[in-house]
């Protein structure tokens, strides 16, 4: 067992646990974060993915040992921002959410690559999404719901 | 019971490595994977693990004249996004895994990892890259040819953490990476190539080829480079065949879950006749 420090959706938080559990899993049982997902639980479906110092990763191939004085944001903490507002609405518009699994991890992606590349080409959305799978829409309206997010919330990233 | 220990610096890691066995996590993102069970979550480690992720001492991506030199705790995308990362180096990473992945991947990972189909094994090969490695005794450098003896196996002692990666600095006139794999992004190769030449006044100065997933570690033979030196392209595309034959007997790959050896060795050989044949 060890003190892990780093900082939860904005606030500081430490836990005594072991280094090898999967940050995913410290999130679920630990803090009941249950926004993000499993999917593959083998880092190529994008389900759980969060920020960390404000970069997406798998949160299923991050061991908690890795996080210590992290900043975290997982969908719960991006939620109270404008930029999720602007995602949210814009998602909602293009008809980017069908059945749902995917979706905080796309946010996230989206959050990724916007505050990297406020304004990305076509190309550069699909590699910011590249590691996010989903099978509903066919990536088409969660490409557009990410420029029309780009083009309303300009300014905002 | 195994050992788990975030450290706090460099020298912490040399002590506990001096006296006794353990392996190295950096990312992470191969060794949860490996060692992923459901049911026995946490991760179930069979050996004493240091993670070293957050060392600082091995982070930092630095350049002299003649040299770049990547700390092996860096990122995948850190790399990819530095101003003087090398553009080979930059082709390559942008064709690895995804965004996610690439934020927690490591150089130092992939090296350790050694496995057949490291894709940014490919390119650390052509550049001739040298792995640093340090210990309570000092400092060893080794060619990362010569570091990977074989399907993950390095030439890693006990009481020794990879560092650093170094790097020469050097530009090619073409230089082209191919990645084959199933899909675009988070794919394994089932084969990669990469090819780079220059020239001075129409002759070949400086030409290296390197094969991904072909053979037990990636494929290059300076020797038979060597011999294309100071030909015209004209005779180079001219012997083109000959050249295919020379790396025949090198591009060896198997049978497995990704790709067939038939499909791997035909293709391997028709991107260094493409690239050849585009110049």
Known sequence: MAKIDFRLNGVPVSIETQLNRRLLDVLHEDFDLIGIKEG????????????????????????????????????????NTSRYKILKD?????????????????????????????????E???????????????????????QRAAKVGEGKW | MVKQILPKNLSEVLELISKEKYRFCAGGTDMLIQNHNLKTLPIDFKDNIIYTFNLEELKGITEDEDFITIGASESLESILENKITPQILKDTILQMASPAIRHSGTIGGNIGNASPAGDLLVPL?????????????????????????????????????????????????????????????DAISKLSFLGAVSFHEDKVIDLRFSFGAVNITVVRRPEIEAQYIYKTKEELKNSVDELLE????????????????????TVALNLLRNFIEEL
């Open chain 2, 125 to 185: 090969y052509l550049l001739n890259a040298i792995v640093q490695l340090q210990s309570l005794k000092g400092i060893r450098s080794v060619l990362l040819s010569d570091f990977i003896t074989h399907v993950r196996r390095i030439d890693l002692r006990d009481d020794e953490i990879i560092t650093k990666i170094i790097i020469s600095k050097i530009n090619f006139d073409k230089h082209q990476f191919v990645k084959v794999g199933p899909r675009l992004s």
């Open chain 2, 246 to 265: 020379k790396y025949s007997e090198y591009i060896r790959p198997i049978d497995d879950q990704r790709s067939n050896k038939e499909y791997r060795k």
């Open chain 1, 124 to 146: 550069e959305i699909k590699i910011g999404l590249s590691g996010n799978l989903c099978r509903c829409t066919g990536y088409n309206m969660i490409i557009k719901a990410i």
């Open chain 1, 90 to 122: 814009a998602f909602e518009e293009e008809g980017a959410v069908q059945c749902g699994f995917c979706t905080p991890g796309m946010m996230i992606a989206a959050e990724s690559l916007l505050n990297k590349n406020p304004k990305p080409t076509t």
């Open chain 1, 40 to 79: 593959c639980g083998e880092g190529e479906c994008g389900a759980c993915a969060v920020l960390f110092d404000h970069e997406i990763i798998n949160s299923c191939s991050v061991p908690i040992a890795n996080c210590a004085n992290k900043d975290i944001v997982t969908i719960e903490g991006f939620s």
